[in-house]
């Protein structure tokens, strides 16, 4: 039998397992050119890139290859995700512990 983890919470899933796929892409086509790409000096920015030892995001497509990210959700958390699949209201300052 498979065991499964929330992805949010970390908290062993039983039977109540839900999943949320994501589709992320971008609406422009990110190979294409701009004039501000031809002003940055590529082997400068990656010399630098290298000897600062920068983690450098990776595309979309190379995550799992289709840009579609898979999580899995015990019941609260898929509650709570309904509410504010972007965690906006998680992020407020209004939200903040007093402690
Ligand atoms: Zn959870």
């Not at 799992?64 to 609260?76: K, P, V, Y």
């Amino acid at each position: 039998m498979q065991h499964f983890t929330c992805d949010l919470c970390g908290c062993h899933i039983d039977d109540q397992r839900y999943v949320v796929k994501l589709e992320l892409y971008p609406t422009f086509n990110p190979d294409e050119l701009t004039p501000a790409d031809l002003d940055v000096d590529h082997l400068q920015a990656v010399s630098q890139s290298i000897m600062q030892g920068d983690d450098l995001p990776l595309p979309v497509e190379d995550i799992n290859g289709t840009g579609i990210l898979t999580f899995d959700l015990c019941r609260e958390c898929q509650l709570r995700f309904r509410r504010d699949p972007l965690g906006k209201t998680s992020r407020s300052p209004m939200h903040f512990s007093e402690n």
